[in-house]
């Protein structure tokens, strides 16, 4: 029964399309200008993304770089107080033994 209805349906469907395209005017088919048939679309999109690949690794590479700078810098600082600290220790240092001791300097 549900055969039959389907088959119904579907023989239907089919009178009424080519019903409908018996009744429409005819169009001319579209003829590509340049002599060849239409370029080819990639419906799906490339797996590695939108976009040039290239661009954006050069854009990671600027970032990478820009970020180790940044690094360096701030390895270049810390080195630099960790210095300032050291001799600013060795100073007060000095100083202490200096006053602990300013009697055998023969002042």
């Known amino acids: 029964m549900r055969r039959t209805l389907m088959a119904a349906t579907v023989v239907a469907a089919l009178a009424a399309t080519a ?6 005017p005819r169009i001319a088919p579209f003829v590509a200008s340049s002599g060849h048939a239409a370029e080819q ?5 490339d797996r590695r993304g939108h976009g040039d690949w290239d661009e954006r ?14 690094r360096i810098a701030e390895a270049a ?8 600290r050291e ?3 060795r100073r ?3 100083h202490a033994q200096r006053e602990r001791h300013w009697h055998h300097n023969g002042f």
């Open 19 to 24: 019903g409908s395209a018996l009744a429409a």
């Open 41 to 45: 679309v990639q419906y799906y999109p």
């Open 57 to 70: 690794r050069w854009h990671r590479r600027e970032q990478r770089r820009a970020y180790d700078e940044e």
């Open 77 to 84: 600082r810390r080195e630099a107080w960790r210095i300032e």
């Open 87 to 89: 001799r600013a220790e």
């Open 92 to 94: 007060a240092w000095r």
